[in-house]
């Protein structure tokens, strides 16, 4: 099977069905990440087809060296956030680590040392998916961004500062902040419905 790099090499070099390949690929895992950034899947269909546009438009230029994934989803989130920008939701500061020594100074286990509950790991029911869509939903940008790359789609802290052009120690710092509003958010909703 072809790497999604060979494939987009492929694609520039005139590949239809490459290019078709790394959307089949990429369908429900990149609409599912826009949907969750957005809140409104109808949007998310719009972005997703104006990243592989861009996609199409760059697949030339792509550094073969690079990964694609992490491009990919580099690109969907710069169109999330534009469009958010573009509607005016969620006013949004910095969150810049200020704590510890240096960017490492935040462990993963600091970030998740917390008194509140973490999100569920396993869904159980409808209500739990619209409890947790809905309290994602709430939350500002760049807290709902960090959580869906982390917790839905498992990249690295690393591969997330590159995505999102920001110091390590920021993506931390604003993992640990957007997991706790989660949880504050997520408690608040389910007390309200028992």
Do not use: C
């Not at 704590?99 to 998740?112: I, K, N, R």
């Not at 869904?123 to 409890?131: F, M, R, Y």
């Not at 809905?134 to 960090?146: F, K, M, S, T």
């Amino acid at each position: 099977m072809l790497t999604d790099e060979q494939l987009l090499a492929d694609y520039g070099r005139s590949d239809q069905a490459a290019f078709a390949e790394l959307i089949r690929r990429y369908q429900q895992e990149l609409f599912a990440f826009l949907a969750r950034f957005v809140s409104d899947p109808n949007v998310a269909e719009d972005l997703f087809q104006e990243t592989f546009v861009q996609v199409h438009r760059n697949a030339r230029s792509f550094d073969p060296q690079r990964r694609f994934r992490p491009w990919l989803f580099t690109i969907a989130a710069n169109k999330a956030r534009d469009y958010l920008r573009s509607h005016g939701r969620h006013v949004t500061q910095s969150l810049d680590n200020t704590a510890g020594s240096g960017e490492d100074a935040t462990t993963f286990l600091d970030l998740l040392a917390s008194d509140a509950p973490t999100p569920p790991t396993e869904l159980g029911s409808a209500e739990d998916v619209a409890a947790v869509q809905a309290v994602l939903a709430e939350l500002p940008a760049i807290y709902r961004e960090v959580l869906t790359m982390s917790f839905f789609h498992q990249f690295a802290y690393k591969e997330m500062a590159e995505m999102l052009h920001i110091p390590l120690g920021t993506v931390k710092s604003r993992l640990h902040a957007a997991v706790a509003a989660f949880a504050k958010g997520y408690e608040k909703r389910t007390k309200a419905r028992n």
